[in-house]
């Protein structure tokens, strides 16, 4: 990969060969410990990423909070940054890719998410595609990111701003740009948007969400095997193509799978924030393990209210202004807590991860909430994308010690 810059066609075959295999290998040799629901998420996310790989000019870039009901009423697939960057993490270059960016000038303090990302596009394993969406929520890196990429490459970027706070008319301000947003769709596609389509994606959406809460309940105190990187491909489901019949599926699935697994006889964690799923110490404690699981990562619940079908631009701008991520951090922290009251778990983990100012700065408020409640917590500093970041030492001893505490 040393040389992706000078043959990116090479590059792109060689990670095309890579998902491939691996795809080859999930369905002729299927981890046994995996339960099926799972396998069926394992399978989707990665071919997800491979499909829209291989045909550019059907995807967009997005980041995690986009719009995509929108972008799926296009036939768009949807590809995140920082979907994008987790996968060249698990190829293990995320150090060469990140290198590029910062030699190309790119400040060496910004998240790794979006070092990765740059890095990749730089280097030619991301193809351009023609259309980029991104949001001003939770991430201020994003409008910076996909304007760079647009400048440097002519990748259209279409911004929403997101007003912090909610009313009705932060709703009509996010409303106008959507409706905006369709327009260019309309213009650079040249299809015709059609409301009667994304009322039936709001409505899988509210259906899976419903799903999901069902596996939600039973997760918090039944045993059910799965991985960090197993928590993370979630992700793909409750945001990057939520409201296609693909991720109803996935739901209806796990909903039914999780019953058929036993009591949790271990303990159960909280996670907060983002996982680095490739860390040893963390996989030896959480990856198919019965004295420790996960129950569920906040991000994956960062906005679980049934939205109205009938109205669904309206239901889409309130989705986004009222994310547990926009806003103060303190409404993030309130919002934890409230998840942790539900799912009683017997610990959390807070991951502050490297370059998020966001995390670093609000972590003491989550503390102060967590106290308050009396809910145990620990956090742990680190990079989910720059292995050279992350001190296994370091997180190995602090988390022995709060899994022996809460034992």
């Given amino acids: 990969m040393k040389t992706s810059a000078e043959h990116p066609a090479a590059a792109r075959k060689l990670v095309d060969a890579g998902l491939t295999e691996e795809l080859a290998r999930m369905k002729l040799f299927p981890k046994k410990e995996m339960p099926s629901g799972m396998r069926k998420l394992n399978y989707w996310a990665m071919n997800k990423i491979r499909k829209a790989l291989k045909d550019p000019a059907s995807s967009c870039w997005t980041n995690i909070f ?71 929520l ?30 009705r008319d932060a709703k009509g301000y996010v409303t106008g740009q959507l409706k905006d947003l369709i327009k260019a769709l309309e ?80 303990k159960r964690i909280f996670w907060d924030y983002l996982i680095p799923y490739y860390q040893p110490t963390l996989q030896e404690y959480f990856n198919y393990n019965e004295d420790f699981m996960i129950q569920a990562m906040d991000m994956n619940m960062d906005y679980m209210h049934q939205m109205d079908e009938a109205h669904p631009l309206e239901a889409l701008a309130e989705k986004m202004i009222r994310n547990m991520f926009n806003g103060p951090y303190e409404r993030r922290a309130t919002h934890v807590a409230k998840l942790v009251r539900h799912f009683q778990p017997d610990g959390v983990i807070s991951f502050c991860h490297w370059g998020c100012r966001q995390s670093s700065g609000g972590v003491n408020i989550l503390r102060e909430e967590m106290r308050r409640i009396g809910m145990p917590l620990l956090v742990l500093d680190g990079d989910a994308i720059d292995r050279r970041n992350s001190h296994d030492g370091q997180i190995k001893t602090r988390l022995e010690a709060f899994l022996e505490m809460i034992k």
Avoid: W
């Avoid at 045993?223 to 990187?229: A, D, E, S």
């Fill in 66 to 136: 986009a719009p995509v009901e929108i972008l799926e009423c296009f036939d768009l697939s949807c590809l995140s940054m920082e979907a994008l960057s987790s996968f060249m993490s698990g190829f293990k270059i995320e150090d060469h890719l990140i290198n590029g960016a910062e030699s190309s000038g790119i400040a060496p303090t910004m998240c790794s998410y979006h070092k990765n990302f740059i890095g990749g596009v730089d280097a030619g394993i991301f193809p351009p595609v023609p259309f980029s969406v991104t949001t001003s």
């Fill in 138 to 167: 939770a991430c201020d890196g994003n409008i910076s990111t996909f304007r760079h990429v647009e400048r440097k490459y002519g990748v259209k970027s279409y911004v929403i701003d997101i007003p912090y706070a909610f009313s």
């Fill in 187 to 266: 213009s650079r596609t040249g299809k015709k948007f059609d409301i009667d389509r994304l009322r039936q994606v709001i409505r899988r959406e509210n259906l899976s969400r419903r799903y999901y809460g069902r596996y939600l309940d039973e997760v918090s105190h039944r045993y059910y095997p799965k991985t960090l990187t197993l928590e993370m491909f979630l992700l793909f489901a409750t945001h990057l193509d939520i409201g296609t019949e693909d991720t109803l599926e996935i739901f209806r699935l796990l909903s039914r799978d999780v019953k058929k697994y036993p009591e949790m006889k271990g």
